[in-house]
């Protein structure tokens, strides 16, 4: 089993920046890919980006936040992070950590089988 557990959420103005974390325990092998989602209120949860948990660091983003988040990784602490910068309005969402078992990226959530209980990201204009 792969525990993860989001922190990191919070209220911010347009253009502010913040740092999301998911620290992961458990199972969780070389071979592993971590992703982030978000879900606002009433729309589908979406991909927003991906890293491989080792190896190549090879990322992957959503055009939508392409230039302004990164996702990064930190093995000897279990954790990944997503730095978001340049916040907008529409970035307002529930982000949440997934764990995928397998070296293959993807953006479709319900090829992710472990999830994390989710951070508010609240972005005011």
């Known amino acids: ?11 911010v103005q347009a253009g502010g920046s913040l740092r999301l974390s998911c620290a992961a325990s458990g199972r969780i092998f070389s071979n592993y890919v971590m992703g982030w989602f978000r879900q606002a209120p009433g729309k589908e949860r979406e991909f927003v980006a ?10 992957y ?19 990944v992070y997503l730095q978001m910068d ?28 472990y999830w994390g209980q989710g951070t508010q990201v609240t972005v005011s204009s």
């Open 50 to 59: 991906a890293i491989r948990w080792s190896g190549s660091s090879s990322t």
């Open 1 to 11: 089993q792969v525990q993860l557990v989001e922190s990191g959420g919070g209220l």
């Open 86 to 113: 340049s916040l907008k309005p529409e970035d307002t969402a529930v982000y949440y950590c997934a764990a995928r078992p397998s070296l293959s990226i993807t953006t479709t959530p319900s090829r992710y089988p």
């Open 61 to 79: 983003y959503a055009d939508s936040v392409k230039g302004r988040f990164t996702i990064s990784r930190d093995n000897a602490k279990n954790t």
